[in-house]
């Protein structure tokens, strides 16, 4: 009896070590939390609060005071960016490369506040907005001076609205976000410092679009009055640098293509520390150019760069780097942008008379179970183990996870089931032979998907899409192409099957997503109107002009909650009829070097709370 007692302890023993072990050699991170691993530092997050900055009048000049820990002047910052710009010029920045850059030379009326999303007064001193809730008087910081010595007036900002946003030069975008009911608000020169604004209608994201860039008149109206055709050419990457004149905190200094733009402090800026000098701290502001999200990574680990997002498969190997206190790991929650994947369902001709979209393929992406049947194929769980190390959160919503306005039954999804993708491609008449997968008129499925070259997360996200299709019987031709390249065929020429791209979701205001739902706007990517339409006046899809009508509804309504219902039905929408098929949101763990200071991340304002503010402490 003892000795088989023996002989069954042992053999539990035996069988508890080898589940252990099992566990030690196959365990995975399936988890988003990653704050709690041994002997390593958490992680700093995005709860900072900050104190707001003040306005202060020095000498007849009205500044804005930053109220963040003094620091050091002199240094270079230097980080990366993944294209190379297609523009200096703002108003033409429809890419994100262009539009980071331009973040850094041009500043707007308005600016959110990091901590707390209010709309505070950037160049401006003041906005006074009256009873009516339709006329806002802004008065503008006085003293102030662009780069070229020139006082910046209430003259720039009637130009900036008047000509160049309200009559749509360059990408048109600005002009979409403020469009109130299909009407262009107005604007009225006052005196030297103040403008009024009055718009059709109660609009509540009103303040949060006079964030738009200010260009100075006396550059850009020679651009204006030559038409729209050279405004689009104006400032482009062959510009001297010495003819950009900016407001914002750095002025370009140098652009060598597929290396570097380099930008150097503005001595004429109109932030201040405590002590009442002007900033920036830092000399230098240099972007590399890195093409790829090894390169980023190899640029970083060699010292070049100062800051880097940090993919998941990488974030356990640097919680272990930073004990040696090189770096900070910064968690800045989900990421806002929303990757993708857009169909084209553009169904006109060009002016020479040929389809955008070969009519065989259109009938499939205008086909709306054929569209979910590829949401239900997808997999995101394998694309978020595999591609982030549990490092990421499933996206089924347009707006980003962060988002004040998410639906959250929408955000709630589902999971991959692919024998309901089938029943949904059964039900529009297409049929499997030979597990090939052809639609009721006996055209075999096959179709091209892009995605921008040298981002590594949406190629690897590509090739297992391209996987999950196989399993319905499509063929999947994917193919990464250059990021300008890319950004030209989907924005410009809607010339394209099929892509995996990122949009920006701004987290405190729905309605900046406008220019992607409104039909006829700069973004509206899936159903593309460009210049070079046969037609002009073609019928729009049901679902778009309800999507219309409910950015309409939710810009002029001022109550939250009301706000909120309308929006979540948007998302109720897009989820049904997938014009976009969302994928993920990427945990954003950002490598800052430690010599980096005034770092102090926050909800809305990200990673700095101001360029300006961020010195080096070498």
Avoid at 71 to 94: C, L, Q, V, W
Avoid at 265 to 280: A, C, D, G, Q, V
Avoid at 541 to 569: P, V
Wanted: charged share 25%; proline share 4%; aromatic share 12%.
């Amino acid at each position: 009896m003892n000795k088989n007692l023996s002989k069954i302890l042992t053999f539990l023993f035996i069988f508890l070590a080898l589940i252990c072990l099992m566990c030690l050699i196959f365990h995975k991170d399936y988890g988003f939390d990653i704050q709690e691993k041994k002997n390593t530092a958490p992680l700093k997050g995005i709860d900072n609060v900050l104190p707001e900055m003040k306005n202060v009048t020095i000498n007849s000049v009205d500044f804005l005071q930053s109220q963040l820990p003094l620091g050091k002047f002199g240094g270079t910052f230097t980080t990366s960016i993944m294209g190379e710009p297609k523009t200096f010029n703002p108003y033409n920045a429809n890419d994100a490369t262009s539009a980071e850059l331009s973040e850094l030379m041009y500043d707007g009326l308005t600016y959110t506040d990091p901590s707390s999303g209010k709309v505070m007064p950037k160049l401006a001193k003041s906005i006074e907005i009256l009873p009516d809730k339709k006329t806002y008087i802004v008065r503008l910081r006085h003293g102030l001076k662009w780069s070229d010595n020139t006082e910046i007036t209430a003259k720039d900002v009637y130009f900036t609205y008047n000509t160049v946003i309200f009559k749509g030069f360059g990408d048109g975008s600005a002009l979409d976000v403020m469009r109130i009911d299909g009407e262009i608000p107005k604007i009225e020169l006052i005196d030297k410092y103040t403008v009024k604004f009055i718009t059709p209608k109660p609009f509540a994201p009103f303040l949060r679009t006079l964030s738009a860039s200010i260009v100075p008149e006396h550059v850009f109206k020679k651009a204006t009055d030559k038409g729209n055709e050279y405004f689009l050419t104006y400032q482009g990457i062959d510009i001297k640098p010495n003819e950009l004149v900016i407001s914002g905190a750095f002025k370009l200094s140098e652009y060598v293509p597929s290396e570097r733009v380099v930008f150097v402090r503005n001595p004429n800026y109109y932030i201040i520390n405590t002590k009442n000098e002007r900033l920036p701290y830092i000399d230098k502001w240099v972007s590399i150019i890195t093409g790829d999200t090894n390169n980023d990574t190899l640029k970083f680990e060699s010292g070049i760069t100062d800051v880097l997002s940090v993919n998941g498969a990488l974030v356990d190997r640097y919680r272990e780097l930073q004990k040696y206190g090189e770096f900070e790991l910064y968690n800045l929650g989900s990421s806002t942008n929303t990757t993708f994947i857009s169909f084209n369902l553009n169904n006109r001709k060009n002016k020479q008379g040929k389809y955008y979209v070969d009519p065989i393929k259109q009938s499939w992406f205008q086909d709306k179970n054929f569209r979910s049947a590829l949401d239900w194929a997808i997999d995101r769980d394998d694309l978020i183990l595999n591609i982030f190390h549990g490092k990421a959160l499933p996206l089924y919503s347009a707006e980003s996870i962060r988002s004040l306005f998410i639906n959250e039954k929408v955000a709630k999804g589902h999971k991959k089931d692919i024998n309901y993708a089938k029943e949904l491609l059964m039900k529009s008449g297409f049929y499997l032979k030979d597990n090939i997968l052809y639609d009721k008129k006996g055209n075999k499925v096959e179709f091209e998907l892009l995605t921008n070259a040298g981002n590594t997360q949406r190629e690897a996200s590509g090739v297992s899409i391209k996987e999950d299709l196989e399993a319905l019987g499509m063929k999947v031709n994917f193919k990464p192409v250059e990021f300008n390249s890319l950004v030209n065929r989907i924005v410009n020429q809607a010339d394209f099957d099929c892509v995996i791209m990122a949009l920006t979701s701004n987290i405190s205001e729905p309605n900046s997503g406008y220019n992607v739902w409104s039909p006829y706007s700069s973004l509206h990517l899936f159903n593309k109107r460009t210049q070079n339409d046969l037609q002009t006046s073609d019928k729009l899809l049901d679902f778009e002009i309800e999507l219309e009508k409910l950015f309409k509804q939710g810009a002029l309504e001022l109550d939250y909650n009301k706000r909120k219902a309308i929006y979540d039905k948007y998302q109720e929408i897009v989820a049904e009829e997938n014009p976009f098929i969302y994928l993920y949101a990427p945990l954003n763990i950002t490598a800052v070097r430690s010599r980096v200071k005034n770092v102090f991340p926050s909800k809305f304002g990200g990673l700095y709370t101001s360029l300006a503010e961020i010195y080096i402490d070498n």
